[in-house]
């Protein structure tokens, strides 16, 4: 639809022990060779808010629509939506996006 409302993430700051887990842990695979690494599948997952329940109104358009005219403004009572994604990659293929419910 091309719709874009969005507002930056907060994500919690590493403690000391995370640094020092993830230090370990690239000093343990600085060596590895280009095969090893292509044996390796990564993934991840993603929150995406559909209605956000904050008190903040947001009004979506369309681009290039007139600033006054076509827009919508969202409104949800409690609880809010979201969608949760995920996903892999390796070196050989990609795998399938998953809906979580």
């Known amino acids: 639809m091309g719709l874009c409302s969005r507002r930056p993430t907060r994500v ?33 997952e993603s929150r995406f808010l559909i209605h956000h329940v904050d008190g903040r109104v947001r009004v979506r358009r369309l681009p290039g629509e007139h600033l006054l005219h076509s827009c919508t403004a969202g409104h949800t009572h409690a609880g809010g939506s979201g969608i949760m994604l995920w996903g892999t990659f390796s070196w050989a293929a990609l795998g399938p996006v998953v809906v979580v419910e």
Not at 15 to 29: A, M, P, V
């Open 12 to 44: 919690p700051l590493l403690t000391k022990r995370h640094r020092q887990l993830h230090l370990q842990w690239d000093r343990e695979h600085r060596d590895w060779t280009m095969d090893e690494w292509k044996r390796v599948a990564w993934s991840d």
